[in-house]
């Protein structure tokens, strides 16, 4: 089951933040994303102590991420150029 799981997890370690660079579902793909880094900051948490997870910021990461998806304002964004679109 750990390979599955390994494999799962890096793809979606590729495909959030490309979506996110392209601004496409940025709400969900944001959420998704800090849900990602918060499993992963508690995983070193238990794994190697918290000195790791601060070291490298990754719940820092996590809340930037949580942040970037209650933004409600888009800029240069493909939703927005697909809303205009559909309207």
């Known amino acids: 089951m750990i390979n599955p ?5 890096t793809a979606a370690e590729i495909i959030f933040p490309v ?6 579902k940025t709400e969900l793909f944001a959420r998704l994303s ?9 995983s070193m948490t ?3 102590g918290i000195k790791g997870a601060f ?3 990754v719940f820092t990461s996590a809340a930037a991420a949580f942040s970037l998806s ?11 150029y697909l809303q ?4």
């Open 19 to 24: 979506f996110l660079l392209l601004g496409f």
């Open 84 to 87: 205009n679109k559909n309207n």
């Open 46 to 48: 238990f794994s190697t």
């Open 5 to 9: 799981v390994g494999i799962i997890a």
């Open 55 to 57: 070291d490298y910021s």
């Open 70 to 80: 209650l933004m409600k304002e888009k800029y240069l964004e493909i939703d927005v």
């Open 34 to 42: 800090g849900f990602l880094l918060l499993l992963f900051a508690l």
